[in-house]
Every structure is written in C-alpha cells, then in structure tokens.
C-alpha cells in the first residue's frame, strides 16, 4: 500500500512562497507520474503540475512561471515551489502518485492547506 504525506502548507501573504514536499513510503520510481492538485471551496480539484519518472514536467497555465515541481528519488519525495502566490492559489493541495502497470491504480495524500491573503 503506497502513502503519500504532505507537508509544507500554511498561511503566506501575497507575493509569498511555500514549498510543498509529498513523502511516499515506496520508492518513487515505481510511481509515475508523480503531480500535485488543488481544490478550492466550491471548485472541482484541478492537476497544478505532475512530473513523470524521466523528470518531464506540466504545468497549469495558472502556476506556470511561478511553480516548480521536482522529485528527488533518493528521499522518496515530490516537491512544489510556489513562488509569487496570489489570493487565487488557495486551496487545499493533495499529492497524486500513479502506481505501475497493470494496474496503475492512483494514490493521494491527505491534503495541506495554502491560504495566501494579507
């Protein structure tokens, strides 16, 4: 069973930066890709970046510039750096993991809250 712990939120003013670290408790390589999401209070969860196992990324065009999603396999982690936060960006964001073939069943974290306001 893969899980998946965040870490990282909290409360940052606009213009802030957070990073987000998602720990698994399996050797990432197997998962792939690797991403994080957020949902907003009454908006559907949307994907903000994943990165696969060979470290190709993808973005939302609303974090794009700003984010940065990396992975270190060495520590079993995912990271997002958030930079330039708006009020916009909050959200609870949860960590997704996509296991390997057959199967590829998802896995998701708990959830870490980022509220940006002043």
């Known amino acids: 069973q893969v899980q998946l712990v965040e870490s990282g939120g909290g409360l940052v003013q606009p213009g802030g930066s957070l990073r987000l670290s998602c720990a698994a408790s399996v050797n990432i390589f197997s998962l792939n890709p690797m991403g994080w999401y957020r949902q907003a209070p009454g908006k559907q969860r949307e994907l903000v970046a994943d990165?696969?196992?060979?470290?190709?990324?993808n973005y939302a065009d609303s974090v794009k510039e700003r984010f940065i999603i990396s992975r270190d396999n060495a520590k079993n982690t995912v990271y997002l750096q958030m930079n330039s936060l708006k009020p916009e960006d909050t959200a609870v964001y949860y960590c997704k993991a996509t296991g390997p073939p057959p199967y590829r069943r998802d896995y998701w974290g708990q959830g870490t809250q980022v509220t940006v306001s002043s």
């Open positions: 990165i696969t196992r060979g470290g190709s990324t």
